[in-house]
């Protein structure tokens, strides 16, 4: 397309495929011929640098104080990832085509301008406009290889699971959920993690990684359940070694997570049947590309404009308003007289070219760039308050009720004790420094009040300040996936050498450990350690009695 007007210069848009051979050709081809007095690349400073061989900006430690830097590092790797394996399909590698008209323009003497927005603006709206169903759909797609119901059933059922097991501890009883069911479950699930264990170690000198996975596993499985559940072998031993405040947390969890996930998947694969969540039609089969569909779209842009069907928000951040911020861009070069080609996916050449022709529909620039914010009544900001409420409104109205300043230290110092242990223990499995795991087990006590926060972040940020991470290391981790031979075990050994995905895991880890000793603390913790007032029926009765306290004290003082 060529639009200028009089007065102006004028802007020839030319839609490429970014993983097609023939979409480099025609952008070779059209630099020489139009010799432009400028390139314009959908590229920002940093994808620039990285197709030139520099080195992209690591991670500010500060950034991940934000809350959402991790998550949108994983939305960004995936839709990397999916680019990377359509490039290994044809051979070409990811960007070649705006490389080329890099070149190209340099070949000719000819300027080039970056016109496409902050990779990291765009990932980061792209996240923040997601739904959290649509999140959970991504995560099922991510962990289980499951776009639909099902997927979303399996991410949900462990999300309620780690509530439930606490909960199936405190009131299991009351639907038959006795102390023998307790202990069998653990025992169960402690001799069937071993037991899988050791027959992987076995199963690996004569079969490959996956197989011997898989024998491991089912091997364990089969073991826990019959031996440990069925016939209660090994029970004394587990009960022995775990206690019975440890018992009966493992084994309330392992029902409340295998109920959950159950459950989820049931219930997914119901809706999933009638429609619900379906798989978008088209998507699951990447044989069915071939080079004349390839040059009519963009493949991270098509893939988003059918994630458009559950995710208008974020197709929008991905998609329509990167269209306005590249259009933004020609236009100022257009309205400066000079003659342009643009060269981007093609994807986005339809809603560039819409613009071109009517600038006067173009959003404010101030619109597109900056942190997004949420439409909608603020639930997240509500529920961080409404926590941190609850938890000094149940210390002081303990200490209305005349409880003493000895026991309230008490309770919180056990709170503070076991989020702290939980955190650093979770984030030094996940391969955290010591100094790491202890600043996340420090703060966990304060953020596990606040929803807002976590310790996670705490936890990446001296992480960070150690160990450089930045989004080359996606490249990394795709070549990684992309290896079908390696043993998963093994490939997951190398995953972790990754800087990017182990701070990914430190964090995620920190953040379980503080979520699941807070629930533990209310379910088990309260009823061992005020026993003598009744347990968690009895500090609930004397709440109650200090909320009472509280108004007649209140009313006293108006009266």
């Known amino acids: 397309m060529n639009d200028s007007s009089p007065g102006e210069g004028h802007v020839r848009v030319v839609g490429t495929a970014h993983v097609s051979a023939d979409s480099v050709r025609e952008v070779e081809e059209t630099v020489r011929e139009d010799r432009p007095d400028v390139v314009a ?84 709206r792209f996240w923040q406009r997601m739904g959290t169903l649509e999140k959970m759909r991504m995560a099922g797609d991510l962990l289980f290889g499951v776009a ?8 949900f059922g462990i999300a309620v ?52 996975i898989l024998a491991g596993l089912g091997g364990g499985a089969a073991i826990g359940i019959v031996a440990g559940f069925g016939l209660g072998v090994g029970t004394g031993l587990v009960s022995g070694l775990l206690g019975s405040l440890g018992t009966a947390i493992v084994g309330s969890l392992v029902i409340g997570v295998l109920a959950g996930v159950v459950a989820g998947v049931t219930v997914g694969a119901v809706l999933n049947a009638f429609g619900l969540f379906a798989p978008v ?35 929008e951040a991905l998609i329509d308003e990167r269209d306005a911020y590249i259009a933004h861009q020609l236009v100022a070069l257009r309205q400066s007289g000079r003659h342009v080609v643009a060269v981007v996916g093609a994807g986005h050449r339809e809603g560039i070219e819409n613009y071109l022709e009517h600038p006067e529909t173009l959003p404010p620039m101030e619109s597109l760039v900056g942190v997004a914010e949420k439409d909608g009544f603020p639930w997240g900001k509500l529920l961080g308050f409404g926590v941190t409420a609850v938890f000094v409104a149940f210390f002081v109205l303990l200490a209305m009720a005349g409880v003493g300043n000895e026991r309230l230290l008490t309770i919180f110092g056990a709170w503070f004790l076991i989020n702290g242990v939980f955190a650093a223990a979770l984030a030094k499995v996940a391969g955290a420094r010591w100094t790491s795991a202890l600043v996340g087990g420090l ?18 940020y001296v992480e960070l ?76 009765n004397l709440m109650f009695e200090g909320a009472r306290n509280s108004a007649d004290l209140i009313w006293r003082s108006l009266t």
């Open 41 to 124: 690349v959908e590229l920002d400073e940093g994808r620039y640098r990285q197709l030139k061989g520099g080195t992209p900006d690591d991670i500010e430690a500060r950034d991940l104080l934000r809350g959402n830097t991790v998550f949108q590092f994983i939305a960004y790797w995936m839709l990397s990832y999916v680019q990377s394996r359509m490039g290994d399909k044809f051979d070409v590698k990811p960007g070649a085509d705006m490389l080329a008209a890099v070149e190209t323009a340099e070949e000719e003497g000819l300027d080039v301008a970056l016109v496409d927005r902050d990779i990291q603006v765009t990932i980061q």
């Open 148 to 155: 639909d119901a099902r997927g979303v059933g399996a991410v």
């Open 161 to 212: 699971g780690v509530v439930l097991g606490p909960l199936v501890g405190l009131f299991g009883g009351a639907v038959g959920v006795t102390d023998l069911l307790l202990t069998r479950t653990a025992t169960a699930a402690v001799f069937g993690g071993v037991a899988a264990y050791l027959l992987y170690t076995v199963a690996s000198f004569s079969l490959d990684g996956d197989d011997a």
């Open 281 to 315: 039609e088209g998507d699951a089969d990447h044989e069915e590309f071939d080079m004349a569909e390839l040059t009519d779209g963009d493949v991270v842009s098509a893939m988003m404009e059918e994630f458009r069907r559950f995710s208008p928000g974020g197709a």
């Open 443 to 460: 703060v966990a006590w304060m953020t596990s009040i606040n929803p807002l926060l976590a310790p996670g972040w705490f936890t990446g």
């Open 465 to 540: 300040r150690h160990t450089p991470v930045n989004v080359g290391d996606i490249g990394t981790l795709n070549e990684l996936l992309d290896d079908e031979e390696t043993p998963i075990v093994e490939l997951v050994g190398q995953m972790f050498d990754v800087p990017l995905f182990k701070l990914i895991m430190v964090v995620a880890m920190t953040n379980i450990g503080s979520i699941v000793a807070s629930f533990l603390f209310v379910t088990y913790v309260i009823p061992v350690i005020a026993s003598d007032l009744g347990g968690v029926a009895g500090v609930t």
